[in-house]
């Protein structure tokens, strides 16, 4: 995908702007072989999005349309038995397959 933001900008976006950057890159995901380092920077706003949301709560209709775009995903995607940003930076960062279940998929 065409990526308007790069990882290190995604903290200036507002959780509005940054779901509504999750569903178009849902879309392209569902319709297009994306390549691999895209896809990390793909799911390094949904990643965004889950800090955002253990920093503060919000409204019941964002964490529905959350709901229904990560459900998308999965069925665009595959599980992984890897970290798209590899073992070692997991492992850095703390982030698990269950918490961080994002970063545990492929397009096959």
């Known amino acids: 995908m065409t990526h308007d933001t790069a990882p290190t ?3 200036r976006l507002t ?3 940054l779901v509504a950057q999750w569903s178009r890159i849902v879309d392209y995901v569902e319709r297009h072989q994306v390549a691999e380092h895209d896809f990390r920077t793909d799911v390094d706003v949904r ?18 349309m959350l709901v229904d775009l990560d459900e998308q995903f999965r ?5 992984s038995e890897v970290c798209l940003h590899g073992a070692e930076r997991a492992t850095e960062e703390g982030w698990s397959p269950v918490r961080e279940w994002y970063y545990w998929r492929t397009t096959g």
Do not use: D, Q, S, W
């Open 15 to 17: 959780l509005p702007i």
């Open 9 to 11: 900008n995604l903290a």
């Open 75 to 79: 069925g665009a995607t595959v599980a």
């Open 47 to 64: 990643h965004e999005i889950a800090l955002r949301l253990r920093a503060k709560p919000t409204t019941r209709e964002t964490r529905e």
